[in-house]
């Protein structure tokens, strides 16, 4: 929990120096997997930024742990309400899930492997449902695989080009 919360506190400083002291009008956010949950905080918190892209986002940490735990870890992680209601309680203060995106809909972005055993397309699949069905892509692929997806190199540039309109095209 603390280190989501430092991450958004240093990312929104960031946007903040980059805006007060190297002219930025414009500024928008994105992130990967972790770095994706830490977008869409930010995205929850900063009021003017240009677009939000959530690659591959972890969103919900309790599931993902859940998720990759062997059973008998899963057992004692409930026994010891790692993963009960009390967490999932203290956890909301760093789940997008938990709060509104400020970001308008049309340049939001999430994009997701389709064969990511990481960090699931159901975890995507969550932050997109929230978001209330942005702009999705997918590529067939693991969790590093879109570094290689045209599709997501399209996207991404497609993203960047709409929410930078006075910008030269993004060259992919």
């Known amino acids: 929990i603390h280190g989501m919360a430092q991450a958004t506190w240093d990312l929104r400083r ?89 970001v308008p809909f049309e340049r939001r972005y999430v994009f997701a492997g389709l064969a990511d055993r990481m960090s699931t397309f159901g975890q995507a699949r969550k932050l997109w449902l929230h978001w209330d069905r942005p702009a999705l892509a997918t590529y067939a692929g693991g969790h590093v695989g879109f570094f290689f997806s045209g599709t997501v190199r399209r996207f991404v540039g497609d993203a960047i080009t709409n929410s930078f309109p006075s910008t030269p095209e993004y060259p992919g």
């Open 14 to 102: 960031v946007i903040r120096w980059v805006r007060e002291t190297q002219g930025a009008e414009t500024v928008g956010v994105i992130g990967y997997s972790l770095g994706a949950l830490v977008a869409a905080l930010v995205a929850a918190t900063e009021d003017d930024l240009a677009c939000v892209i959530a690659g591959v986002p972890v969103v919900d940490l309790l599931d993902l742990y859940r998720r990759h735990s062997p059973p008998d870890i899963e057992q004692l992680a409930d026994a010891y309400g790692v993963l009960g209601q009390a967490a999932a309680d203290a956890h909301r203060v760093v789940s997008p899930l938990a709060l509104d995106c400020k």
